[in-house]
């Protein structure tokens, strides 16, 4: 098992996530999520940090296998157990999704970490109101 870092400190840059207004109505997509890196050891527990108290403890997150390198199999986040998984299915390579027992599962687009900010600024939009901004994500202009 891999323990993570806790939350990040003051001095860390904000956490640049994006979630779509909690309704009724089932979305494709619940929002997006800009990391700094591909980096899940030290991306993950700041990612877990900020999603709302009502998501619940977030116990096993799914990420792309060719698009996150060196995954284990589970983590310590803020002294939980997260287990990790990987996927190649191609569908789910801009796509991270995170599962909470009793809770549910929510299904974020993963903004590349190179991409500029101009070219994040709609793909994070589209998350943010629950659209597939998937392929958009395939092909960020950097």
Known sequence: MTTA???????????????????????????????RSYDLLAELPRLLAGLPR???HITSVTVN???????PGRMLVSNQVVRLH?????SAAHTIVLLAPGQGRWDLTVVPPNTTEEAAEPLMAAGAAGGQAREAVKKPRC
């Open 5 to 35: 870092l806790q939350p990040p400190l003051p001095s860390h840059p904000l956490l640049r996530l994006r979630l779509a207004p909690q309704g009724g109505m089932p979305r494709a997509i619940d929002g997006a999520w800009w990391p």
């Open 54 to 56: 009502a998501w619940g």
């Open 65 to 71: 296998g060719a698009t996150w390198p060196a995954v």
């Open 86 to 90: 990987r996927t190649l299915t191609a």
